[in-house]
């Protein structure tokens, strides 16, 4: 069993929806989780983090954890075109951060 | 301030051959992970080097391996490629953290390796 489930996808939405983007994980000690963004032919970049249990908003974007059930998700309103990409999960408690496999969204116009 | 930079970008190599790829970290950061990212895996932990020693590692066999530089230029050496090992291979750098702590992780933008 992977320490981070994701589905792969892909997720093809118009524009203007809200998008929801969810990760299982198992492991305990995971502390901080992180959405990370790729765009074709880029490297990821951070999006945001929550620590432990909760919501965390930024802009459109909105994270949630619970950690009672071990699920992350990722909610993106009003999503644009600009916003097709693939998604990432990840989680850390260490030194090591575990990914998921992403999930490529598409936003049609 | 200079990204994470990542050399060569693409390569081609085949069976049985070895191969070093780079990493730049940004400046002053002193911890550089290595991933391997495979439309079936995802995005895979290799290894990760903070001040030349090697901090953790993922489970990967022995053909795989990394080293980091006093000024945290990074290699990972790939020995005996099999078909398998294509992959985009990405590095990410980080300021380094204590345990419990998180320190965001900024990406190259990765070497496209193809085993033929």
């Known amino acids: 069993q992977k320490e981070v489930e994701q589905d792969p996808g892909p997720l093809s939405v118009p524009e203007g929806a809200i998008v929801s983007l969810n990760c299982t994980y198992s492991?305990?000690?995971?502390?901080?989780f992180m959405w990370y963004r790729q765009y074709s032919r880029k490297g990821p970049e951070l999006l945001m983090y929550?620590?432990?249990?909760g919501n965390k908003e930024d802009g459109r974007f909105t994270a949630q954890v619970d950690k009672s059930s071990k699920y992350i998700s990722l909610f993106i309103r009003d999503s644009q075109p600009s916003d097709s990409a693939t998604y990432l999960c990840?989680?850390?408690?260490?030194?090591?951060?575990?990914f998921g496999a992403g999930t490529r969204l598409f936003v049609k116009a | 301030k200079a990204g994470v930079t990542q050399t060569p970008r693409y390569l081609i190599k085949t069976r049985g051959q070895q191969v070093t790829l780079s990493c730049s970290p940004i400046?002053?950061?002193?911890?550089v992970s290595w991933y391997q990212q495979t439309p079936g895996q995802g995005l895979q932990f290799l290894f990760e080097?903070?001040?030349?020693?090697?901090?953790n590692k993922g489970n990967f066999p022995g053909r795989f391996s990394g080293r980091q530089f006093s000024n945290s230029r990074s290699e990972m050496n790939v020995s005996t490629l099999e078909l398998g090992d294509s992959a985009l291979y990405l590095c990410?750098?980080?300021?380094?953290?204590?345990?419990?702590?998180?320190?965001?992780?900024?990406f190259g933008p990765g070497t496209r390796l193809t085993v033929l």
């Open positions: 990410a750098s980080s300021q380094g953290r204590q345990r419990g702590f998180l320190a965001e992780q900024f």
């Open positions: 400046s002053g950061h002193r911890s």
């Open positions: 990840a989680g850390t408690g260490g030194f090591k951060t575990i």
């Open positions: 929550t620590y432990s249990s």
């Open positions: 492991n305990s000690a995971f502390q901080y």
């Open positions: 080097y903070f001040s030349e020693t090697q901090r």
